[in-house]
């Protein structure tokens, strides 16, 4: 990945095809306006639509960011290399790669219009596959992964696809919610420019420039066509056709829970990520019977160059409430293990932030380890016996299955996101998990959820119902205790007022309305728990595990002879049919 602190310009994908133009000054003021951007755009899109098919996939040079790293770079170094030589296609093919290398970003225009969440995720993830008259058109050409990529679809949904070797999520979060903040601020700085602001800027407004002062610089949309070699057209078929692979390996679906989000959960009294945290583990743990390996991260930004630590969600105390979760045990013992659960997890996610974590440590001393043994490798390469005590050099730990098994989270888990966001997701980090994204608003949870073909929209079903049932919970308990405080929500000072807590100023005039503490069955979610079980009702996994692990009482004879005489009455007779 390469990146320019110099840099003026943006590169632009749409169809496949590659444009650029400058979008700052010298000073790193901008030279475009909105008006101008949309023009380039317009110009780019009307240049694309006008390319062939078949010339369209030939310059899908993008296609080989997605290869395996190795090849990618062995591509790249071929290209490079051949900057300098007397070879001037080849030396323009790099000059090519060097402004797509150099741009502030890129932005990808699509053809494609998604509509449904599921579809504007993978769009958004990985781009949609689509295959006419065998050549592949989809928007999965459409991308250069080696950059932060702004993806815009052609019914105007945006997205930011980032690979995550060069950026955080923490980042670009940031990098999203100044964009949003940007718009709203000029948004509001046009209906009312002369009032008090907090929005200061000392960067002119591009509209009123004149263009003389923008410097050495190229407004107009500029196109970099690449010459296609037969050996780069060979590399390009391959990397679509195992990119296409890839996007049917994956299953993408969403969720917009609306029943509740912040304000509730920490109006009864949770830490709101540990509360979807808990989730994930019941609705796991509902459909399978078992725990499984988990992974969130936690940021590490208070340190120098810090980036994340690995949170562990399973512990002894969510596994206690995932299991009396699913049994058939009181509402206020079931709420009871929920919180120990969630104040345990609250607790690990505070000395995870702290540096106090085990994964990133222990990975340290495995690459430190990793190093020393290519270096001997390396030494004794004709020496069989000495690569042997090489590997059989290997701490105990790293050979223990425990530690392959903390290395393949089964739920890779990632809490991003505020109010410019709508979905966060990324794919599965291991052949048999699930990769969820959520978002926790003020009213609602969203989760992108992901995985190769294991029942994603299912898990997300559960895990709704999962949702529901831990309010009920907090209800139920709440109505047992005689509170009332579930139903006010936002009203309570309000409430307070009508109480005669706090004396009102004047008598307020009208009938006085309060809190409806009957709970609707569209709230209620109808038969949560049911939904949850499959239809199968509560169960407790060590019976389960304690009767089909008991091997079966002999027979004698006697009794084999009985319970054969008895097969035959076995069933409820049917009446027959008279016709």
Known sequence: MQSDNSSKHIVVICRSQYYWFDVLDD??????????????????????????????????????????RRIWANIRESLMARASSCDSEAAHNAECLKKVDASLFVVCLDHESPESLADLSRNMLCGLSTIEKGVQVGTCTNRWYDKLQLIVTKNAKAGVNFEHTGVDGHTVLRFVSDVYTDTLLRFAKSINGKSPSIWTTHSPDPSERDPASFGDVSTTPRKLEWNTTPELLLAMRFAETRLADLIQQNEFQALEFDGYGVNLIKQMGFSPDAFVQMAFQAAYYSLYGRVECTYEPAMTKQFLHGRTESIRTVSKESAAFVRKFCDDAPASQKLDLLRKACKKHSQTTAKCSKGLGQDRHLYALFCVWKRHAEEQLDDSRSDDSAAEDVLASMPSIFSDPGWDRLGNAILSTSNCGNMSLKLFGFGPTSPDGFGLGYIIKGDSITICASSKHRQTQRF?????????????????????????????GTRARSYDNLQGLVAPATQPFGKTLTPNTVVTPEEDGGDSSSYLLGGYGYFDIGDFEAAYSRPPSPLGDASRRRRLSQKKEIGRKLRLAEY
């Open 27 to 68: 000073n790193n003021d901008l030279i475009m306006s909105e008006q101008d951007i949309a023009l380039n755009f317009q110009t780019i899109i009307d240049d694309a639509e006008n390319t062939p098919i078949a010339e369209a996939a030939k310059s899908a040079v993008g296609v080989l960011t997605t290869e395996n």
């Open 460 to 488: 997300l079903d559960t895990l709704n119902s999962c949702f529901i049932e831990f309010r009920n919970l907090w209800r139920s308990v709440e109505l047992a205790n005689g509170s009332r405080k579930f139903s006010m």
